[in-house]
């Protein structure tokens, strides 16, 4: 099972040049692991998307038919106060937005006191960064087809 931040879940559901490694990767492995938020912050990126124009509404449908696909077999990590208390000291040591200080004391809280047993599947520079500096292992998706 492995962690996955919503930068990772985004390209398996609209095309991007990371599409067909992480669905590779997510193959191997469809034992996931998210926060929460992660299907509401997976629908913000989409209907950005769609809003700037980068995808076209029926695209942006049938993105959202993929994640609600998707979400029928992932686990979440609820909004529990250990989250809170972690995502709190998180933001005071990494460079992180709210919602990215969330995932990752999710995937800390879900590792239960061991980060280096949990892998993170992340795409966001400051996450993966951060993860490491907590301990948890971080998959390396490479650009490109």
């Not at 509401?40 to 994640?67: K, M, P």
């Not at 998180?90 to 061991?114: C, I, K, N, P, Y």
């Not at 490491?132 to 087809?145: S, T």
């Amino acid at each position: 099972m492995k962690f996955w931040d919503s930068s990772a879940i985004v390209p398996l559901i609209v095309a991007d040049p990371r599409t067909s490694a992480l669905q590779r990767l997510y193959q191997r492995d469809a034992a996931v692991l998210v926060w929460w938020a992660t299907e509401i912050e997976c629908v913000s990126a989409v209907a950005r998307l769609e809003r700037q124009q980068d995808l076209t509404a029926r695209a942006a449908l049938e993105s959202f038919r993929r994640l609600d696909a998707l979400k029928t077999s992932w686990n979440e990590v609820q909004p529990l106060d250990g989250v809170r208390r972690i995502a709190r000291r998180l933001l005071r040591v990494h460079s992180l937005r709210a919602a990215d200080s969330f995932q990752l004391a999710a995937a800390l809280v879900a590792s239960e006191g061991q980060p280096g047993s949990l892998e993170m599947v992340s795409l966001d520079d400051r996450m993966v960064d951060a993860g490491r500096r907590e301990g948890l292992g971080v998959i390396e998706v490479e650009g490109g087809e």
